[in-house]
């Protein structure tokens, strides 16, 4: 039989052994909890991060959010997240109040990785290891998924989203300006379909005798026939020499109104003659053909102010075809600089139509008019993303 002395001393060393060893095993205890924990957090982190992944990649255009869909599609991305936070014990880092916005590819088309992390600040409750690591621990989970919303095969390459107008004929004749006044080959020039502006003279009157033209023929992205010229062509014309010196000090040169209005003819004979202009009045829209003096002269030769003039016209030619505008291109340009280069090219800003224009601004990836062609300044284009 054990003696109650004994007994009462193995009684005490149980519990001093107890009091040794409980601590350690609640230590142990608390640091299972804590890596449990955390562990539990990261899956769950990791389920919220693939969900965030996958949504980004289907609702590509989502960002940025811009328009009041893009702001409902933000708004559902956060809400998928949240859904998805299970019982995580942990403070999900949100800077500026929001998850973080996925991050995409240089070109958001499919195929494209769509990339999304998430994290998580995880307080321990194991003080002996709140003293060896940071408290709080930031537990970070990143999901990656492909783009698959888009054309995937068979895609077109250029651009055809509504059917194109007719393309404008962008040649046009060279009329004949020799033999002209100066004032009459421009017009012909300008009634042909050319540019105003392209029409270069040396300095003298409008009244002068076109002696010959040089045309310089710019490089035309729809090639003209042989007979034909670029519409942005230029000439240059010389002139014929006037007779000099004058015969006497009184005289006046005769000025060339070939191919001038009947009224600019007139007008440029009385500025210089007292002699009759015939017709004296109307018919003032109708074309110089020919010019005829009294004394008979030439352009350019020298008569008395007394001499008259007699001229036959004929009728003025029909209005020249509309000039061309260049085709911006604007692919992989964004939509919201898109109507600076196409109101820029001379086309109205209301004929640049944006398709998904619930989804603004995107990148621009197809245009019904193929860029760095000519068409009517009053085209229609559609652009899509």
Known sequence: MRDPKHRQNERGQSVVELALVAPLVLLLLLITIDFGRVFMGWVELNSMARVAANYSALHEDAWPPVTAKQIAERAEYEALIDANKGVIDCAPVKPGGHYPDPTFGGTREPGDLVSVSLQC??????????????????VTSTA??????????????????????????????????????????????????FVAANFHVPSGSET???????????????????????????????????????PTP???????????????????WQALFTGAFAPATGQDTKIIDTQTTNPTSQPGECLEPTATM????????????????????????????????????????????????????????????????YWPCNSVMDVDR
Not at 122 to 134: E, K, S
Not at 250 to 268: I, L
Not at 360 to 372: D, E, H, K, V
Request: aromatic content about 6%; proline content about 12%; overall charge positive.
């Open 250 to 268: 009184t005289c006046q040169y005769v000025p060339d109104m070939r191919g001038m209005s009947v009224s600019d003819g007139r007008a440029a």
């Open 144 to 193: 990656r998924f492909p783009i698959t919303n888009g054309c995937l095969a068979g895609c077109d390459t250029g651009v055809v989203a509504a059917t194109p107008p007719v393309a404008i004929d962008n040649c046009r004749t060279v009329p004949s300006m020799t033999n002209l006044s100066v004032a009459g080959a421009r017009n012909a020039w300008v009634a042909a379909g």
């Open 310 to 373: 007699d001229v036959t016209y004929v009728d003025p030619p029909p209005p020249p075809p509309a000039l061309p505008c260049l085709v911006p291109s604007l692919v992989n340009t964004s939509s919201s600089t898109a109507s600076v280069p196409w109101t820029g090219a001379g086309f109205t800003a209301a004929n640049l139509q944006f398709k998904h224009s619930n989804q603004l601004p995107y990148t621009i990836r197809t245009q019904s008019l193929i860029g760095n062609t």
């Open 121 to 138: 600040n995880f307080t321990l409750i194991a003080p002996f290891i709140r003293g060896l690591l940071p408290n709080p621990v930031v």
């Open 208 to 246: 002068r005798t076109v002696a010959s033209r040089t045309i310089s023929d710019p490089q035309n992205p729809d090639p003209c026939a042989p007979a034909k010229l670029f519409v942005f062509s230029s000439v240059s014309v010389t002139l014929a020499d006037l007779v000099t010196p004058k």
